[in-house]
C-alpha cells in the first residue's frame, strides 16, 4: 500500500488542477460545493485525510467521468487509508506519524542528524533516557511508553523483508553532547553497530567534529530525503526544525538537499570505518560505567 500521505499530496495536486482547469477560484469552488473556503484549502494542501464521499460530490459537480473519475477515486481511498500509526493516536504524535507515513512506501530514506540518534534505530534504553530529557523541559504531551512502542515498530518497518534501503549521516557531536546516562549512550551505539552489521541495506556514516564538509555551506538543520516505489510519486525532503517538519516537493529544493547529503556523505567515514568508530567510543562508555553490559 502506497504512503497516505505522499497520496494526499498528489490528490492535494490533482484537485487544484481540476479547480483551475474550470476557471474556479478556490472561493468559486467553495460556494460550488457548498463547503467552507478552509476546507478547500486544507484539501489543497494536504491536510488531513479526504473524505471519499465529499470526494467524489465534488467530482461529479466538476463533471468527472471515465478513467479520470477512475484514477482520482483510486487516489482518495489511498490518501484515506490508515496506517499501522494511526492506532497509537497521540500518544506518538504528529511528527513521528508523519515519518512512520513516508517510511511505509519508501524506496530509499537518507538522512542528516546533527542534533539526534535515528529514530528509526535507536535502543529502549536510550529511548528511556530521551524522555528523561524531555522531562527536563516540561510536561510530556505523550504516553512514554506507547511513544516508546512505536518507534520500536517502526524500526520492525523499516526491517520488514520489503523495506527501504536506509542510510544515515550522524554527526559525532550528539555522541558527546547529547545529556543521556554514559550506560545509555553506550546501549544505543552497540544497537546501532549490529543493525547496520545484520542488515546490508542499512548504512551509517559518521561525520567526524573536525571534517570539512566541501563545496559550500554547512546544513542548518537535520533533514530527510525519500525516494518511493511508485515512479508517479516525485522525490521528497523533510526539513526538521525545533517546533515543526517542513515537507518539500519541488524539484529544485530536493536536488538542493540532495546535494548537500552528498557533500555530507563525501565528509564522512565510510561504513566500515563508521563501525570502528563507533565499537571505540561505545567500549570507552562502559569502561566508564564499570559495567560489561
Not at 473524505?51 to 460530490?57: P, Q, R, S
Not at 542499512?202 to 533533514?223: E, N, W, Y
Request: charged share 30%.
Amino acid at each position: 500500500m502506497p504512503s497516505p500521505y505522499v497520496r494526499r499530496r498528489r490528490l492535494a495536486a490533482e484537485i487544484r488542477k481540476l479547480r483551475e482547469s474550470r476557471g474556479l477560484t478556490t472561493d468559486g469552488l467553495a460556494q460550488l460545493m457548498y463547503y467552507s473556503r478552509t476546507k478547500i484549502s486544507r484539501l489543497e494542501n494536504a491536510q488531513g485525510r479526504p473524505d471519499v464521499g465529499e470526494i467524489m460530490n465534488m467530482l461529479e459537480v466538476l463533471e468527472v467521468t471515465g478513467s479520470q473519475y477512475d484514477k482520482l477515486l483510486k487516489l482518495v481511498r489511498e490518501a484515506a487509508h490508515k496506517g499501522w500509526w494511526d492506532k497509537y493516536g497521540v500518544s506518538m504524535g504528529p511528527r513521528q506519524k508523519l515519518y512512520a507515513d513516508l517510511e511505509y512506501s519508501a524506496a530509499t530514506v537518507r538522512d542528516y542528524n546533527q542534533t539526534a540518534m535515528p529514530a528509526v534505530l535507536q535502543a529502549p534504553e536510550f529511548i528511556s533516557a530521551l524522555v528523561d530529557l524531555d522531562q527536563c523541559q516540561g510536561k510530556l504531551d505523550y504516553v512514554p511508553e506507547r511513544m516508546a512502542e512505536a518507534r520500536m515498530r517502526r524500526q520492525r518497518e523499516l526491517l520488514r523483508p520489503d523495506g527501504p534501503t536506509y542510510e544515515t549521516v550522524l554527526d559525532e557531536c550528539v555522541i558527546h553532547r547529547l545529556a543521556v546516562p554514559p550506560r545509555a549512550m553506550a546501549a544505543q551505539l552497540k544497537h546501532m553497530i549490529r543493525r547496520v552489521s545484520e542488515e546490508e541495506r542499512i548504512t551509517i556514516r559518521v561525520l567526524r567534529h573536525d571534517a570539512q564538509v566541501p563545496g559550500g555551506f554547512l546544513p542548518k538543520s537535520d533533514f530527510y530525503l525519500y525516494t518511493f516505489v511508485d515512479p508517479g510519486d516525485p522525490p521528497m525532503a523533510v526539513v526538521d526544525t525545533v517546533t515543526a517538519d517542513h515537507v518539500l516537493t519541488h524539484r529544485g529544493e530536493v536536488a538542493r538537499y540532495t546535494s548537500l547529503y552528498g557533500r555530507l556523505c563525501e565528509a564522512a567515514l565510510s561504513r566500515e570505518d563508521s563501525i570502528t568508530f563507533l565499537d571505540r567510543v561505545a567500549s570507552r562508555l562502559t569502561e566508564q560505567t564499570g559495567s560489561g553490559a
